[in-house]
């Protein structure tokens, strides 16, 4: 399916807005961060039902740009976390590496056997596993003079979407896709595009997109997005940003060690210096960054 063309996937991605919309008889809401992603699918949401509402979570984490551009779009309800992300590193941890290891860093230091174990690289039964051997080379991080978790989107982002849902029976639709996580790949061979079983129902209708799906919408439809990403211009016969290749939130390191430089750090620190300072000196992430080996000085040539 992610090998289709554009105009089909549109075309499925439609007819599964348009299952869910009338299986909840329209008490159904967009998750919108601002981002490109959830910008095509509100787009292709409201071209069938323009009344949909739009749900935004404001953690404070996102670029000025992204917010900027979620207020200049029409029927978006605003919602905040329960607490701010200075408590959350606080009493959980920083965000480091992925939500895999750093799930697994955050249950070891509290003695849970199943992450000690796959932190050995074994299974949970304790016998040798090809699997968990990639959480080997991390394991260091079980010394790291810092707490380290993955609970940060689940408690800013997940927990007011789910409140939200809770309160007013909107069911969520959002714009995640597989080919972002291994966990986003087998939720969706799991439950397809419309998870009416899950205990908490919602729907991805973009999931066997890619990202250069979502860019050649946006390009092909001319619709307004955030500033942020810049231009999309093509390159080496793909389409790229001329700015941010992904947004989300600023201080989150989940995948900083495998960017190129300059990686997004690098580029906060010319772009947004407030922020940047803040992130590096204020939060910590700075002393993080420095014990896993990862750059985020400007480079001096950028």
Not at 154 to 178: C, D, N, S, Y
Not at 179 to 207: D, H, I, W
Request: glycine fraction near 8%; proline fraction near 6%; include cysteine.
């Amino acid at each position: 399916m992610q090998g289709w063309p554009l105009t089909r996937k549109i075309q499925v991605t439609q007819a599964k807005i348009l299952e869910w919309y009338h299986h909840y008889g329209g008490r159904v809401a967009v998750s919108f961060s601002g981002g490109k992603d959830s910008t095509v699918l509100l787009d292709l949401v409201r071209r069938a039902f323009p009344d949909v509402p739009a749900i935004f979570v404001d953690t404070g984490l996102e670029y000025p740009e992204i917010r900027d551009f979620v207020r200049s779009v029409p029927n978006v309800t605003w919602l905040r976390p329960e607490i701010p992300f200075t408590r959350v590193i606080e009493q959980y941890g920083y965000p480091v590496i992925s939500k895999d290891v750093a799930h697994r860093i955050y249950y070891a230091r509290k003695g849970s056997n199943w992450a000690i174990q796959h932190l050995d690289g074994r299974s949970s039964d304790g016998t040798s596993s090809e699997f968990y051997k990639r959480f080997k080379k991390w394991r260091f991080l079980m010394e790291a003079p810092f707490p380290i978790s993955a609970r940060c989107c689940e408690l800013m982002k997940k927990r007011p979407f789910h409140r939200h849902t809770k309160e007013t029976g909107l069911m969520q639709i959002t714009g995640t896709m597989a080919c972002e996580s291994v966990l986003r790949q087998n939720t969706y061979l799991k439950y397809g595009c419309n998870a009416f079983s899950k205990k908490e129902p919602t729907s991805q209708p973009m999931s066997f997109w890619t990202e250069q799906d979502a860019l050649q919408y946006l390009r092909m439809t001319g619709i307004p997005y955030a500033s942020i990403y810049g231009d999309i211009v093509e390159q080496n016969g793909k389409l790229v940003t001329t700015g941010a290749q992904r947004t989300g939130c600023m201080f989150c390191m989940f995948g900083l060690h495998l960017e190129k430089e300059p990686n997004r750090f690098q580029r906060m620190a010319l772009t947004h210096p407030r922020q940047y300072d803040f992130c590096v000196n204020k939060l910590g992430c700075g002393k993080v960054l420095d014990y896993i080996g990862v750059p985020y000085q400007p480079l001096t040539d950028h």
